[in-house]
């Protein structure tokens, strides 16, 4: 796998719209776990987003087809790339950006009938773009996990061949990345 990235697209709707107050800790806490998720082990890089600080963003910022415009023409989404599944699995739902999936009132969940992440693998001399990680997230959520794309649940290697996580390497990880990052404030 050494020859490869794992991508990763996330996708999430708010209940109300973005600048609503009830969203203020999502953007309070959001540069911190950007930080978080930056000095995690196994981190590579990430998408930035058009006028704001930051990494260049990876092309023009583009919803899935399951984007529910809700009068801001905004959602919370990301692309980043990953060592392995492992390292990305560590950050993603340990530490500070797991802390913030727990306050899962701010988004739409009791609707959704897509994916909120999609995997895929990438060539370590390709970035992927906000178009591609778009597809690939229909395609997740339209067909299911496939060696295109595929959830921690269901994991391919670059190969297409089923893969298992290594749960316990993964906890490791996590324990280690503890040490390289702050809570955030609104879930201390």
């Given at each position: 796998m050494s020859?490869?990235?794992?991508?990763?697209?996330?996708?999430?709707?708010?209940?109300?719209?973005?600048?609503?107050?009830?969203?203020?800790?999502?953007?309070?806490?959001?540069?911190?776990?950007?930080?978080?998720?930056?000095?995690?082990?196994?981190?590579?890089?990430?998408?930035?987003?058009?006028?704001?600080?930051g990494?260049?963003?990876?092309?023009?910022?583009?919803?899935?087809?399951y984007?529910?415009?809700?009068?801001?023409?905004?959602?919370?989404?990301?692309?980043?790339?990953?060592?392995?599944?492992?390292?990305?699995?560590?950050?993603?739902?340990?530490?500070p950006h797991?802390e913030?999936?727990?306050l899962?009132?701010?988004?739409?969940?009791?609707?959704?009938?897509?994916p909120?992440?999609?995997?895929?693998?990438?060539?370590?001399?390709?970035?992927?773009?906000w178009?591609?990680?778009v597809?690939?997230?229909?395609?997740?959520?339209?067909?299911?996990?496939?060696?295109e794309?595929?959830?921690?649940?269901a994991?391919?290697?670059?190969?297409?061949?089923?893969?298992?996580?290594?749960?316990?390497?993964?906890?490791e990880?996590?324990?280690?990345?503890?040490?390289?990052?702050?809570?955030?404030?609104?879930?201390?």
């Amino acid at each position: 796998m050494s020859d490869y990235w794992l991508a990763v697209y996330t996708f999430a709707q708010f209940r109300k719209r973005a600048d609503d107050p009830s969203n203020d800790d999502f953007f309070d806490n959001e540069p911190a776990i950007l930080a978080a998720m930056e000095r995690a082990e196994g981190f590579i890089a990430r998408s930035g987003y058009e006028d704001d600080p930051g990494p260049e963003t990876w092309g023009e910022q583009v919803f899935p087809k399951y984007w529910q415009d809700n009068g801001d023409g905004w959602a919370p989404s990301t692309i980043s790339l990953w060592q392995d599944l492992e390292t990305a699995l560590a950050a993603i739902y340990r530490g500070p950006h797991a802390e913030m999936l727990r306050l899962g009132h701010l988004f739409v969940k009791d609707t959704v009938d897509y994916p909120p992440y999609v995997l895929w693998w990438v060539s370590k001399d390709q970035q992927p773009d906000w178009v591609d990680a778009v597809d690939r997230h229909e395609l997740l959520g339209d067909n299911g996990p496939s060696p295109e794309a595929f959830t921690f649940k269901a994991a391919f290697d670059p190969r297409g061949m089923p893969l298992a996580i290594n749960t316990e390497r993964a906890r490791e990880i996590a324990q280690r990345n503890c040490l390289r990052t702050d809570t955030p404030k609104a879930v201390q």
